[in-house]
């Protein structure tokens, strides 16, 4: 990150933002959202922090994975290592079908109750086990189970010009959304040093979003696309502003892995996402290709991202933004951690709101575990931006005059 460009008031944000991870949420899960009767973990927890009843999803386990994986990386002192190995154990054992493809879903105990295979599903399959790879001393059973998925995935759904299909036999639309975490699959064992077939996927990936996924007219991206990836008749004007936001952190941290020049498909990304994607701070849910709102409801996870996007462009050295820019950057990013409060503004401590309706109000309904890791991936690069700081404020206060 680059010091010049901080802001002094990151230093109090970055320590509510560790407070709030590491001594509420953290402990809090690893409490009460853990199944230590079956294994995994639970889908969802009510405001009072009980478990409730329903189906555990492969998406859910993954992510947990990633979240307390990524608490060890950090230092945090509590039990990480228990968190990961829960979701791991459970995920390995339960959730992989016959062909190799990991299925939607199972009951408490791991009996299947969807045996679907989504892409966005084995998505995070590999960027968990590459989660789990880096901090349980890199078992090379992990990273062999990653690449036969993705080897598999290659096999079975390649789309026949670019990118993968939703199934076997054909089903439409085609999705931006799984290609947007398999990439950033590709990204996570990139930077655990295999590249290889994850390089390759990533760069085909790319590929794939610059030149039929983004609209050349407007700079966005789109979320449904027909059998040739053209923008799909009846849902190609959806334009999810959350999602403009994560295309262009993961376009960025691709310039410095795989090389390639996308400053301008960055800025434009995050411009349309800034413009008519944010109302009162909040990032909305959906705006039509014009940017007209179709849903003004806001949900946390697109918060999180503008957070994370406009911290990393406004802290870049030699990023895509000028000096000006990087300052606007900066203040939407102390927006969004502003913002983010009120989504956690709730009775239990390391709980949330997951909605906030079209007039400002938090929707008050059961905790989804799945958006603990958008939360981390956003309060991260809070957290390291706030240390740095205080830091300098504490040097400049020890500064011989």
């Known amino acids: 990150m680059n010091s010049a460009v901080r802001s002094p008031d990151f230093a109090e944000r970055g320590t509510w933002a560790r407070h709030w991870l590491f001594d509420a949420a953290l402990p809090f899960w690893l409490e009460h959202g853990a199944d230590r009767d079956h294994g995994g973990w639970f889908d969802k927890l009510g405001q009072d922090g009980s478990a409730m009843p329903g189906p555990k999803r492969l998406r859910v386990q993954a992510r947990q994975i990633f979240v307390y994986a990524e608490a060890g990386r950090l230092g945090w002192t509590g039990d990480w290592e228990s968190g990961v190995r829960l979701g791991l154990d459970f995920m390995l054992a339960h959730y992989r079908r016959d062909d190799g493809f990991f299925r939607a879903s199972v009951d408490v105990r791991g009996v299947p109750v969807s045996d679907t295979v989504d892409i966005y599903d084995q998505a995070f399959v590999i960027f968990a086990l590459a989660a789990a790879y880096g901090v349980l001393d890199r078992p090379d059973a992990l990273r062999i189970e990653a690449h036969t998925l993705l080897a598999n995935l290659h096999a079975r759904l390649s789309h026949p010009d670019a990118g993968f299909e939703e199934a ?117 849910f959906a705006v039509d290709a014009r940017g007209k709102v179709i849903d003004g409801r806001a949900r946390l996870w697109a918060t999180t991202e503008r957070l994370r996007t406009m911290i990393v462009l406004g802290t870049a050295k030699d990023g895509p933004l000028t000096a000006a820019q990087q300052g606007a950057a900066l203040a939407a990013a102390a927006q969004s ?63 011989p005059a």
């Not at 036999?169 to 290609?179: C, D, F, G």
């Not at 941290?253 to 498909?265: E, F, N, Q, S």
């Not at 309904?365 to 956003?378: C, D, K, N």
């Open 337 to 399: 951690a502003d913002v983010l409060g009120a989504f956690m503004a709730v009775p239990v401590a390391g709980l949330w709101s997951d909605w906030i309706d079209d007039r400002g109000a938090p929707v008050i309904e059961p905790v989804p575990a799945s958006s603990l890791y958008h939360i981390v991936t956003g309060l991260v690069p809070l957290i390291e931006c706030g240390d740095l700081a205080a830091h300098d404020q504490n040097h400049a206060l020890t500064r």
């Open 168 to 284: 076997a036999t054909r089903v439409l639309p085609l999705r931006s959304n799984p290609h947007m975490h398999l990439l950033e699959a590709m990204l996570a064992w990139i930077d655990l040093g295999h590249e290889g077939l994850f390089a390759t996927t990533a760069r085909a990936i790319v590929d794939l979003a610059r030149t039929r996924m983004i609209d050349p007219a407007t700079g966005a991206i789109g979320e449904f696309y027909d059998g040739d990836w053209q923008f799909e008749a009846a849902n190609g004007h959806i334009r999810e502003p959350g999602h403009q936001f994560e295309w262009a952190y993961l376009l960025d941290a691709c310039m410095v892995r795989l090389g390639g020049d996308h400053r301008a498909a960055v800025r434009k990304l995050a411009d349309f996402g800034n413009r008519f994607g944010v109302r009162d701070g909040r990032v909305i």
